[in-house]
């Protein structure tokens, strides 16, 4: 089992930045595709982009390419999510998850463990 601890939200202006941290204890993540995913209020969650277990393979939602980017150190254990040019509508709370499936996958139900989330305001 592998618990998850996402840190870095916050508020930033339209157009800033943001550097989202997931911080994995209990297993090493090299044993999981990672994902991140958000919840605005009153909306369901969504997808926003996941990577493959070394990192070879990522896939974005198209709301967010080209504006975030997810990496991660498995030395480290250790998934970032960069976002920059950041608008109003990508304020949510934002969770990391971890899937025990060998590849990156865009679905919530196929994540096995998750975060408490972060929140992010951008503000207009």
């Known amino acids: 089992q592998v618990q998850l601890v996402e840190s870095g939200g916050g508020l930033v202006q339209a157009g800033g930045s943001l550097r989202l941290s997931c911080t994995a204890s209990?297993?090493?993540?090299?044993?999981?595709?990672m994902g991140w995913f958000r919840q605005a209020p009153g909306k369901e969650r969504e997808f926003v982009v996941t990577?493959?277990?070394?990192?070879?393979?990522?896939f974005y939602a198209d709301s967010v390419k080209g504006r975030f980017t997810i990496s991660r150190d498995n030395a480290m254990n250790m998934v970032y999510l960069q976002m920059n040019s950041l608008k109003p509508e990508d304020t949510a709370v934002y969770y990391c998850?971890?899937?025990?499936?060998?590849?990156?996958?865009?679905?919530?139900?196929?994540?096995?463990?998750w975060g408490q989330g972060a929140q992010v305001t951008v503000s207009s």
């Open positions: 998850a971890a899937s025990v499936g060998i590849s990156p996958v865009t679905t919530d139900r196929r994540y096995n463990y």
């Open positions: 209990g297993r090493s993540l090299s044993n999981y595709a």
């Open positions: 990577i493959s277990r070394r990192g070879e393979i990522t």
